[in-house]
């Protein structure tokens, strides 16, 4: 329920406030009441920053243990960049990291209980070392599958899960097609200033209620939904 709630709200955030551009969730699984106050960072057409936000970059640096999950849109064709792994082993926070494409599938990347920080950035940095700037966009994507072809020896694992579309081609408008994206993997987190925290949460906040009027309001019309069971 929570991750399908998050997937249809970066889908939204993305078409409503960003042109239809990159968008990451970063939500604190752990809070008492997770999908009511997240963080949401903008990105480009390319990529997304996630401390760009200083909410998500308080979670990222005071959730406790594993139990953050980032979720942030891709193209259809793609899944998770070789950047969005770096990313997701850097913060030792994070759970899981998610990818939701225009065709209503979720891809998940998760840490196991058997997870080997050490094994997994041995072996990323192995197939990194391959990713040089000469390559074309699909080799590099290519370089990306291989590495989720042999993670799980480190505690890596990928699941999908396809959501059925009330109305195909819904949500090919929301983005452009064939354009790589990436998380971008920032300098060392600051401690956030209470004030600049305080004016995030309520940003955040008044984002989050728009996207659930107008997804309520798209309901009451029987229009589409987003994602469905």
């Known amino acids: 329920m929570i991750m399908r709630q998050l997937a249809r709200d970066v889908l ?3 078409k409503e406030f960003n042109d239809s ?3 990451a969730i970063t939500c604190d699984i752990g809070a008492d009441m997770p999908l009511d106050e997240y963080g949401i960072s903008y990105g480009t057409e390319h990529s997304v920053q996630i401390t760009s936000d200083t909410l998500s970059n308080h979670i990222l640096t005071s959730a406790d243990s594993v139990s953050v999950i980032i979720l942030h849109n891709h193209p259809s064709s793609q899944t998770f960049s070789l950047e969005d792994k770096r990313f997701f082993l850097v913060y030792s926070t994070v759970a899981v990291i ?3 494409s225009n065709q209503g599938t979720i891809h998940y990347l998760y840490k196991d209980k058997q997870y080997d920080f050490h094994k997994a950035f041995a ?3 192995e197939f990194a070392a391959k990713a040089t700037k000469n390559l074309t966009v699909n080799e590099h994507y290519d370089i990306a599958l291989s590495f989720l072809k042999q993670c799980g020896e480190a505690g890596l694992f990928m699941n999908e899960r396809g959501f059925k579309m009330r109305e195909e081609g819904y949500l090919n408008d929301l983005y452009y097609e064939d354009r790589p994206m990436r998380l971008v993997v920032p ?3 600051q401690k956030a200033d209470e004030q600049e925290l305080e004016q995030s949460r309520k ?3 008044e984002m989050i209620m ?5 997804q309520r309001e798209m309901a009451l019309h029987k229009a589409p939904e987003l994602l469905d069971d």
């Open 210 to 214: 728009a996207i659930r009027k107008r």
């Open 12 to 14: 939204s955030l993305s």
């Open 203 to 205: 940003k955040n906040r």
């Open 21 to 23: 551009n990159e968008v």
């Open 98 to 100: 998610s990818v939701v």
């Open 187 to 189: 300098d060392p987190l």
């Open 123 to 125: 072996l990323f940095k």
